[in-house]
């Protein structure tokens, strides 16, 4: 992750929480008293957001230690103790539930994406991402793909070329898209096509294309249009494919397969913040 940007982002989550005052914890702890409390697991998947304790507790006040003892993409199990924190209650109380609320998701992503690979079980085919994760979050979401093991497709509209079938429809052919693409973008950037059918994958083919993405197409759909493509082009496969019918996919030779629902539809890993202690208890 771009530190730069983590930091900026936690700011934000943090002010939006916090606002001008934590009412609640202000009143009732003035002072400066000094305590510690654990995050600790309450289900069973994959550890992500290592940095996201460090770093966020750290922004609002760099006097507090923390010790996080899992890495990120670790297996964590019921009643695995993920990180103690130590000092003023009164900051530890304000970052607790933006933090918790990040690493349970990021985590949850990660536990779906490491079980999307696992039910693939494809010594070739690769999991990746999609553009759709929650606005704000795309990097943190991102991130906790890779951490479950699975890939990155594009960011977003800047860092990749996806001529998609309203492109296609908009420019009149897939020729005349990746062509308009080729005539004015640096040689740096790939031309991804989406195909439907067999004079698609051919003329995308034929257009230049340096990835082809089969769009809802079956498992022997794929298999026989893969055929029609060099081994030169990277393929890839979407829509329709959830964790249920994964592994109908495994022999279609693909390289990539690409799924929204790791990002769009996970369930946050259950993660609970308790006190350890308190000053005056130790």
């Known amino acids: 992750m771009n530190t730069l940007k983590l930091r900026s982002q936690l700011e934000k989550f943090f002010i939006e929480d916090i606002g001008e005052q934590d009412i609640t914890t202000d009143l009732i702890f003035a002072d400066e008293t000094n305590g510690e409390i654990v995050f600790l697991s309450k289900d069973e998947g994959i550890f992500c957001g290592e940095e996201i304790i460090k770093t966020g507790f750290q922004l609002l006040n760099n006097e507090i230690s923390t010790r996080v003892f899992v890495k990120d993409g ?5 009643g695995d103790q993920l990180a103690q924190v130590s000092g003023k209650i009164a900051d530890l109380l304000k970052g607790e539930r933006v933090i918790l609320n990040l690493i349970q998701r990021m985590s949850g992503i990660a536990t779906l994406t490491r079980k999307t690979v ?3 079980d494809s010594g070739h085919t690769k999991i990746c991402d999609t553009r759709k994760t929650t606005p704000g979050l795309r990097m943190l979401e991102k991130y906790a793909v890779r951490c479950g093991g ?3 497709h594009r960011f977003g509209l800047y860092d990749g070329v996806m001529i998609k079938d309203n492109h296609i429809s908009f420019a009149g052919s897939i020729s005349k898209a990746v062509e308009a693409v080729r ?3 640096g040689h740096m950037v790939k031309v991804e096509v989406e195909v439907e059918s067999e004079a698609q994958v051919l003329e995308a083919v034929n257009a230049g294309a340096d990835v082809i993405m089969f769009d809802n197409r079956t498992p022997a759909e794929i298999k026989e249009l893969i055929k029609l493509v ?3 082009i990277i393929t890839e496969a979407s829509g329709g494919i959830q964790l249920t019918n994964i592994a109908d996919y495994r022999e279609t030779g693909v390289d990539y397969i690409s799924l929204g629902y790791l990002t769009h539809s ?3 890993l259950d993660i609970s913040v308790k006190v350890q202690w308190i000053k005056g208890d130790e």
Request: aromatic share 16%; hydrophobic share 20%.
């Open 74 to 78: 670790q297996t964590i199990k019921y």
């Open 118 to 120: 696992n039910t693939l």
């Open 150 to 152: 699975g890939y990155n």
């Open 183 to 185: 005539k004015n973008a």
């Open 230 to 232: 060099p081994d030169s």
């Open 266 to 268: 996970y369930k946050a």
